[in-house]
């Protein structure tokens, strides 16, 4: 298994433009979410999904869209990039979506964005 | 909703002395207690969880920590640190709808030798 896999590794955008940043994982994983961590801030969650067709929004969800058409994969999409949104950002992955899943929870190596 | 509390920023602690690392949550009920360890550039690990039971938690590299819920703590120890404990801890809570998880803001470790 490659776990939790984010592409890329490294972003550099400018103010305005698109872009979409990619979450993979094969551990056939119900819950999957989306992290933004910043210094002083801890991680605050984006958006996350509990299955294929299903997402919720989180504690940050503006200026950010999610889909998940398959179990594996769960995009990051943002539409029109601010410098507010430079951050690093985490996927993230668990089994089980249930509310008392002990299960436990496993990170992407991250993706460094910086908006100019 | 739950929220965590690491009051620490900054801790240094010198190689070899013990480690207590400090972590307060709020919310309802009994949640989900998480520590996980972050070194630079790199992602998130976790070091110990709690659900239930034993309120004293072995994790990996030799860390513990113990649940109180008196004082709605969830503190981190450890006996003895060795250099390569450097790093920032990050403690968590799951609670809620299927248990999103709500991080703390962290504490940044240095170990000195």
């Known amino acids: 298994n490659a776990g939790v896999t984010q592409t890329p590794k490294f972003q550099v955008l400018k103010t305005g433009q698109s872009m979409t940043l990619q979450c993979a994982q094969d551990?056939?994983?119900?819950?999957m979410s989306w992290y933004r961590q910043d210094p002083g801030m801890g991680l605050r969650l984006i958006h996350y999904?509990?299955?294929?067709?299903?997402?919720d929004q989180g504690e940050v969800p503006n200026g950010y869209n999610v889909s998940r058409s398959t179990t594996e994969d769960f995009p990051l999409r943002l539409l029109s990039a601010a410098p507010s949104q430079t951050s690093v950002y985490f996927c993230?992955?668990?089994?089980?979506?249930?509310?008392?899943?002990?299960?436990?929870?496993?990170f992407g190596p991250g993706t460094r964005l910086t908006v100019l | 909703a739950q929220s965590v509390t690491q009051p620490d920023i900054h801790i240094t602690v010198s190689e070899g002395a013990s480690l207590e690392l400090r972590c307060n949550y709020s919310?309802?009920?009994?949640?989900?207690l998480f520590w996980y360890v972050q070194s630079p550039g790199q992602g998130l690990q976790l070091l110990l969880k709690?659900?239930?039971?034993?309120?004293l938690v072995q994790g990996i590299k030799g860390f513990e920590a113990e649940f109180k819920r008196s004082q709605s703590s969830f503190n981190l120890r450890k006996p003895s640190v060795h250099w390569s404990d450097a790093a920032e801890y990050f403690c968590?809570?799951?609670?809620?709808?299927?248990?999103?998880?709500?991080f703390g803001t962290g504490t940044k470790l240095q170990v000195i030798p």
């Open positions: 709690y659900f239930s039971g034993d309120t």
């Open positions: 993230a992955s668990r089994p089980n979506r249930d509310s008392h899943s002990t299960d436990t929870q496993y």
């Open positions: 919310y309802g009920a009994t949640p989900y």
């Open positions: 968590a809570v799951g609670a809620g709808g299927y248990q999103k998880v709500t």
């Open positions: 999904s509990v299955g294929a067709g299903i997402t």
């Open positions: 551990m056939n994983h119900e819950y």
